[in-house]
């Protein structure tokens, strides 16, 4: 950073990168803003600092005294410790220090005291909901919400007909050719312990996985207008079932509702979708494979007369975005599941399928919402195609 690039900051103000200090005494305090910026897209503490940016100074003791107090809360206030760097600058009104914090390749990163900072645009806060907290366990791969086992369900709650016809397809043998018990055939799955299904194993292969997780569905209706305030309901329905019986049960819902196309057939044929089976099949299997099940509430499919949008809890993974998945890159959120659903459903787990849904129907357009923390795919009706931006957002 040099002297222009730290007066633009001073000018422009706090934000989630950027935070202004005008000293420190405190190691704890210290910690706490390293673990919010490690946490978070990593920034710069600037020292030495009012709030308002206007510029106090510090004096060569307190540079001293700050480095010391810098390694002592980076190295053991902070677990696991972290690597800050710091510049010292001297401007006209005074020497400031500017610590520069990346961002964490093992969050959550934590203090001493075992709390966890985020950065809360320029402020921090702690993090206290579980549910929260579960995430960032899972953003680095230490968790994930498919392998909570299920409390009450036992193997008997498995379909036994949907995992034979599995495993055979799988292994080109029967289960009962297998000579395993069904326990052990579990375990090696990784859908449970034997005792137990986890999430993973309830929702592909349980018999009724609603009954323990009744959030973990398809909520679906088609609205008579363009508004989802419209009173005016054409159909609706509430999805059950497993991961498969979703899916199967949402193409119907959609397709049934679309209008198809001549183009060009003969007045005998049944038409074409409107919107391409291929590229409904793509959105809806991402949608129930990818979605965050740390997050208790169901896909919704919203059908309006103009567009159909498909709404996933939980936003992109970790920093992926929008560009990158339009080019097939991938991070997976559910690998057990991912694993078993490329003979489930048609996926294929290769980050070929958004790729494959826009090569089929251009007009989608995608919005991650960090903010209400949810995916949205919004593909157009063919009718509006000529008044609508399409542009994919970023």
Do not use: C
């Amino acid at each position: 950073m040099d002297i222009k690039q730290l007066q633009t900051i001073l000018a422009q103000g706090e934000d989630s990168q950027h935070q202004f200090k005008r000293n420190f005494t405190n190691v704890d305090s210290l910690a706490a803003e390293l673990v919010a910026f490690a946490n978070a897209g990593g920034g710069h503490l600037i020292i030495g600092v009012e709030d308002s940016g206007n510029i106090t100074g510090l004096s060569r003791e307190d540079i001293a005294r700050l480095n010391q107090l810098l390694s002592n809360a980076s190295s053991q206030h902070v677990r696991p410790p972290i690597h800050p760097t710091t510049q010292n600058m001297t401007l006209e009104q005074g020497m400031i220090m500017v610590v520069s914090v990346p961002e964490g390749l093992n969050k959550p990163y934590m203090d001493n005291q075992a709390r966890i900072w985020v950065k809360a645009g320029a402020d921090k806060r702690h993090v206290t909901a579980r549910e929260e907290i579960q995430r960032m366990f899972q953003a680095t791969g230490l968790i994930y919400a498919e392998e909570t086992l299920i409390p009450s369900t036992t193997p008997q709650d498995i379909q036994r007909v949907r995992l034979a016809e599995y495993f055979e397809n799988r292994y080109q043998q029967t289960l009962e050719e297998s000579g395993l018990p069904i326990a052990q055939i579990i375990k090696s799955l990784h859908i449970g312990n034997g005792q137990q299904l986890n999430l993973a194993g309830l929702l592909l292969f349980g018999k009724n996985p609603q009954q323990f997780r009744p959030a973990f569905m398809v909520k679906a209706v088609y609205i008579d207008g363009t508004s989802i305030a419209s009173q005016h309901y054409r159909d609706s329905e509430d999805i059950e079932g497993s991961l498969i019986a979703q899916y199967e049960k949402s193409l119907s819902f959609i397709t049934r509702n679309l209008h198809r196309l001549q183009a060009g057939q003969g007045v005998n044929s049944l038409g074409k979708l409107e919107i391409p089976e291929i590229a409904l099949q793509e959105v809806l299997v991402n949608a129930l494979i990818h979605r965050d099940y740390f997050i208790s509430a169901p896909i919704r499919i919203l059908m309006f007369t103009d567009r159909v949008e498909i709404i996933s809890p939980g936003h992109l993974p970790n920093h992926l975005t929008i560009a990158q998945i339009r080019f097939g890159l991938s991070n997976m959120r559910n690998p057990i599941i991912a694993s078993h659903a490329t003979r489930q459903m048609p996926y294929r787990g290769l980050g070929s399928g958004i790729p494959r849904a826009l090569e089929s129907y251009a007009f989608i357009q995608f919005v991650d919402d960090r903010e209400g923390n949810q995916f949205k795919v919004i593909m157009q009706r063919p009718a509006q195609q000529g008044t609508t931006n399409h542009s994919v957002a970023v």
